[in-house]
């Protein structure tokens, strides 16, 4: 069955650190994938998406994901952390499946950014 | 562009009575709309599909007379919460997508249910 993996829950940072999140993702077919945030009592925002072209993908708020088919993964980025970036983060792939198109979403990773 | 509004934001209902969630594209035309569910601390979870004007497509395990679901119109779907139990209780989102590609969904603030 097709499958979205996120490596880490929860993640602790401190502010300026660096920021990889790992996602995987399970089907061969073609997807569009996304990136999503969650901050504390808000609605599902999106950070960026790779539909097609360059496999890197710069999104709002200095985040960048970086697609690579080979090993079926679209791993998010951020060169130096924010406080503010303290959220939920979810990765999500877009199958084409039964006709209709499906989104399905990895557990999420729970972020912390202490100043 | 593509704003998704759900109304309400929040409901409490009690134990047995039936609710129902208003999805609303505001400045496209949303020929399909997803419906999920998302438990604390949990991601969101695909309950159904639904495109204008036909019977929408529950994922396995979702009970489709419970969870009602009318896209009656290219801007509007509602999702009925028949019967409620406080196992109901949920963050309900809904999402919309135009037709064709690239197929990106926008989603809506979510409603808060409590079954009391």
């Known amino acids: 069955a097709q499958s979205v993996s996120q490596h880490n829950h929860h993640v602790i940072l401190s502010e300026a650190a660096s920021l990889e999140l790992g996602c995987n993702y399970s089907?061969?077919?073609?997807?569009?994938l996304f990136w999503y945030v969650q901050y504390p009592g808000q609605h599902l925002q999106l950070l960026l998406k790779?539909?097609?072209?360059?496999?890197l993908v710069k999104g709002i708020k200095g985040f960048e994901a970086e697609f690579i088919k080979s090993k079926f993964s679209f791993n998010l980025r951020k060169p130096s952390v924010q406080w503010s970036d303290t959220a939920e983060y979810f990765c999500a792939v877009n199958l084409f499946s039964g006709g209709y198109n499906k989104l399905i979403f990895g557990a999420g990773t729970r972020l912390a950014v202490h100043p | 562009g593509a704003v998704v509004s759900q109304h309400p934001s929040w409901v409490i209902c009690k134990s047995g009575t039936s609710v129902k969630i208003e999805c609303r594209s505001l400045?496209?035309?949303?020929?399909?709309m997803f419906w999920y569910r998302q438990f604390p601390k949990q991601s969101l979870m695909l309950m159904a599909t639904?495109?204008?004007?036909?019977?929408?497509?529950?994922e396995q395990g979702v009970e489709k007379d419970k969870f009602l679901i009318n896209h009656a119109s290219l801007t509007l779907s509602t999702l009925t919460v028949t019967s409620a139990h406080p196992e109901d209780s949920s963050f309900y989102i809904c999402s919309a997508s135009r037709s064709g590609p690239p197929n990106e969904q926008y989603f809506g603030p979510g409603t808060r249910l409590t079954v009391t």
């Open positions: 790779y539909f097609s072209g360059d496999p």
């Open positions: 400045d496209f035309q949303a020929t399909t």
């Open positions: 639904s495109n204008e004007g036909s019977k929408a497509t529950y």
């Open positions: 089907y061969g077919g073609t997807v569009n």
